[in-house]
DNA sequence: GGATAGTAGAGAGTGCCGCTATCCATTCAG
DNA sequence: CTGAATGGATAGCGGCACTCTCTACTATCC
């Protein structure tokens, strides 16, 4: 309870209506959004400030789907602080080119490029430099969850409910793929591999 | 480099050999765990703890490849404090039944079946109750991905290569799957909808 | 009417975590 | 011999997500 009050103080809750200046009323829709904010910390693992961010975005009136897609998208997707290998910005680039992109992309144009070249600057810093090879087959699979995900946006009905569901479709999204991915990564690896030793010490 | 020494103290790195009283020689192999490290609590998001039972599972020998890679997953998917709704329980369990598993299914078991139960969990207190359903083509999906992580992690030689590319390939793979994802969704998004104007509101 | 209990609002305090700064003894270079 | 550097250990710091407390007020029960 204790942790609403700083909900309300940070301004990630609406206040309620004051019914007498020590009483204020809150109704289903405050609850429907504390719910949402602790299902973006609890799963998301959002900060505060983000999770303001996000608020934000989804509050924000007046832009079409597909620019709203963008700024949820870029609320989600806090960037890291690690400085981008050129040589990883240039497999985004290159990822980029095979999908038909022809303009020249900036990577740190946007939170989730930067996000993909992060990743793959680290993976090159520890020795994985062909990690960029993986883009390709990740997206080919990502294709048929990226559609799935969009089926069940689009069910819903009213304006809220898309925007609610994208931003929770992705976020938990994200924790369930991690999940499932770990549990597919268990039935190859007891399928192909079994109980067979590992290969000898290097 | 004061961080260094802090690692050294959490027993994240190993101390290097003296070769006199004040001075010590780290070689490659130091360099290597560092990056690591780094890479884990960079793009993994994993806290200390966490990164040395990773360590941890890492330097373990005398175990199977396939119990190898369930240590590894249990260590770095840290479970979270969400309790967990029955009925998102019985998803999970669903979901295990549909793919073959006839045997009861224990989600407290692993941190793996947790986060995939806590997730729904969260999901369903929010009132997406049939984001289950998004279960199977998930899996479909992630058939594909994760036949290309095992292929990836094949062509190590080493055993210590092959275990590093576990987690390596798990973490960053996730983040690079995160930001995949967020593309694809935008591509869908830009393909589909364009800029039609957002529903109206409720 | 008076005692009790409860609430809003705001500021300060707490606990944890990931570092960072300081100190000292030693030791090696010049 | 002097000065810079290193290893090892202890203490401190800054940020973040709460949590506690205090005050002023009110609503209710007796």
Redesign the pocket.
Known sequence: M??I?????EGLLP??V???????H?DDEHVRRLRLVRAL?DVGG????SVREVLAAIDTRDESLHSKLGAVQEAISQPSSVELDPLAIEDVQGFFERQGETECVDVTESNVTHMLAAALSVARSIGHDHFRDLLDPYLEGLKIIAQADVDYIARRGSRDDVIEAMVVGTLIGDTVLKAVRRLAHAQVSRDVIGDAPLPPPS
Chains 1, 2 share one sequence.
């Open positions: 204790p942790t009050k700083y909900y309300l103080r206040a309620g004051l019914t007498s200046p020590n009483q204020a809150y910390v959002l900060s505060i400030a």
